[in-house]
């Protein structure tokens, strides 16, 4: 290995208030150390260690395909790398250090720290930012030719050293045998009696070592999530720098603070979202289709020139032409086939509704095969369960199924054949026949309501 990453996601977050660690919080449905993990792989790197301690029954699950070690106590970020020793044991090159509650970092500095890095063959460079508030953060203390000399923590400053603007991010790349070597000489005499990572960058310097340092071309690329109130501030930040991303690749979107895109989507061109609209997961849509208002799709494939309208869709799959909605239910194995429609409360689970199909209002169709130019009337219902056991329903091609049916299931309605409104049917219906199943209308004449 020549490029690792190291994630460290040992912390508990105190100031989340929650059962979950920091790290295992959501942004637009993936975890905060999953957003560093991601930006790390796509930099580059030949491996990743994660670093977990606090709720690993949370964490572990999230970062399994990583190399995971665990830190037993937290005794500083000195400590938490150390972790790691021996599952890098073996890297020969450069090691990048993360911190796990930093979702906005992207894989482009990643890769400039590397850079930096193995171009002047440093022991370390350290990603800094200028803050106008400094206060809590590392400072770096440089000497009169503006050579990096160390990092003080807020707590051990002086006050001369605490007026210095320019902040340790927590993002590093180390020369990996440098790191593991200079980690055995770190101590815990300071203010916090803790372990500090940062206390490598004078212990390089005095080895003779080169230490520099890159300035973040924007600080927000280094805000960690302490809080909900900073979750939410960089959800905010990940959903613009999102939507900026697909608005620039022809997407249109009425009001960008309103829509909200998963990391995974991919969106074609002339595509128009709606506001309220909500897309998750490996959710793709194609070319000339319209999502929203009031729209949340998941893990769900949408074709060419659809029209989506108040639509919650999940692991659904709508072909090209295909209408949805307004208040349209798809569940896990919904398929519209080209230019189907599912309308107005319709619900569609595990269900294929064919080409030019058409289920428009009020129904619900399950574990069905209906096949094309079929049009269920208004209530339809696959009556699909009986209690212990799913059963399907199959209907054929251009079959009428009039408003007010039930469809009892195991049950298959022929191709061409019609049903009448406010049928109950419970046996299988022939092709191009008429099928009814309910009570047949009598008048009695002369009849009078009692005085
Ligand atoms: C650290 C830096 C500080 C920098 C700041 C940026 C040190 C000593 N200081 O301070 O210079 O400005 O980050 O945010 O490194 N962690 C563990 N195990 C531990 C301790 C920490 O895994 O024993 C993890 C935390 O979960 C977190 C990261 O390391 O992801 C940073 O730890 P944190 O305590 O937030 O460091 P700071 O004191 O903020
Ligand atoms: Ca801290």
Known sequence: MEKAALVLAAGAGTRMKSKKPKVAHEILGKPLVNWVIDAALAAGMDGVVTVVGHGREFVEPLVAHTTVVEQKERKGTADAVMAAAEALADLDGSVVVLSGDCPLITSETIAALVEAREDSDAAAVVLTMQLENPFGYG?????????????????????????????NSGFYCFDAKFLFSALQQVDSNNAQGEFYLTDVIEIGRNAGRLVTALQAQDPQECLGVNSRIQLA????????????????AGVTMTDPTLVWIGPDVTIAQDVELLPMTMLMGTTSIGEDTVVGPNCRLTDTVVGCGCVIDETVAVEAQVDDGATCGPRAYLRPGAHLCEKAKAGTHVEIKKSTVGKGSKVPHLSYVGDATIGEGVNLGA??????????????????????????????????IGEGATIGAGSVITKNVSPHTLGLGRARQTEIPGWKPKE
């Open 139 to 167: 400072r770096i203390v440089r000497d009169e030719a503006g050579h990096v000399l160390r990092i003080v923590e807020q707590k051990d400053a002086t006050a001369e050293e605490a007026a210095i603007t320019e902040c």
């Open 233 to 248: 501030e960089a959800s905010r930040l990940l959903q613009a720098r999102i939507n900026t991303a697909h608005l620039a």
């Open 379 to 412: 209530g339809t219902i696959t009556c699909n369960y009986d209690g212990k056991r799913k059963h399907p329903t199959v209907i054929g091609d251009d079959v009428f199924v009039g408003s007010s049916t039930m469809l009892v299931a195991p049950v298959t």
